[in-house]
């Protein structure tokens, strides 16, 4: 089973934020907390990834609380094009450590 | 950079019949890549885990004998469907990691099979 928890969907207005929320309370401590999204009918995308500390690139930010035992993925300024599935993973970062994907959290982003 | 290719993206083959599906990383060595499955409106399920020069490692309930995996260098594996039947329709991925980037797969387009 997946070891994280997302809502199964979500709406967002294109140009604000979109908050995507996870819990994984199970989440060890060499756990990282990854993040991809799948545009219908195309392979996973990789967005950000992170173990403790907040992460930033040119797609998204990715705040963990405190205790770990859940984050948020900001998509800054949505666009149509962000309009996919989400899906929050924990994963070991070692080399061979398969995704598991959970059912992740669809959104949709409105014009 | 990290760019996994497929092919083909698409493919309808008659019952009975066996299909081969490559999975490619373009720009990068591959020791690990990986195959999932995904039937409509699901989630991503993985089959096996393919590592260069050795046998692939399967999941429970995924028969070895049906799904052929080989991964014969550091930039290609191949999954073949062995005498496919209409259930085994779905839409197949494979991932590759880099082995240098932390935990970070990149994944390919994904083949589109339909098994009529």
């Known amino acids: 089973d997946a070891k994280t928890t997302q809502p199964t969907s979500m709406d967002c207005a294109e140009g604000r934020a979109a908050n995507l929320p996870c819990n994984h309370s199970t989440i060890s401590g060499n756990e990282y907390v990854y993040w991809y999204r799948q545009i219908h009918s195309q392979g996973p995308q990789y967005i950000i990834h992170g173990l403790k500390n907040n992460e930033t690139n040119e797609m998204a930010s990715l705040i963990i609380t405190e205790d770990r035992k859940s984050s948020t993925l900001i998509l800054p300024h949505a666009t149509l094009r962000d309009t996919a599935v989400y899906y929050c993973i924990v994963s070991y970062s070692n080399s061979g450590y398969a995704l598991n994907f959970g059912k992740g959290t669809s959104l949709l982003v409105t014009p | 950079g990290a760019v996994v290719s497929q092919h083909p993206s698409r493919v309808i083959c008659k019952s009975g019949t066996s299909v081969k599906i490559e999975c490619r990383s373009l720009d990068f060595q591959a020791t690990t890549m990986f195959w999932y499955r995904q039937f409509p409106k699901q989630s991503l399920m993985l089959m096996a885990t393919?590592?260069?020069?050795?046998?692939?490692?399967?999941e429970q309930g995924v028969e070895k004998d049906k799904f052929l995996i080989n991964h014969a260098s550091l930039t290609l594996s191949t999954l073949t469907v062995t005498s496919a039947h209409p259930e085994d329709s779905s839409f197949y991925i494979c991932?590759?990691?880099?082995?240098?980037?932390?935990?970070?797969?990149?994944f390919g387009p994904g083949t589109r099979l339909t098994v009529t």
């Open positions: 991932s590759a990691e880099t082995g240098s980037r932390l935990g970070e797969q990149y």
């Open positions: 393919s590592n260069e020069g050795s046998k692939a490692t399967y």
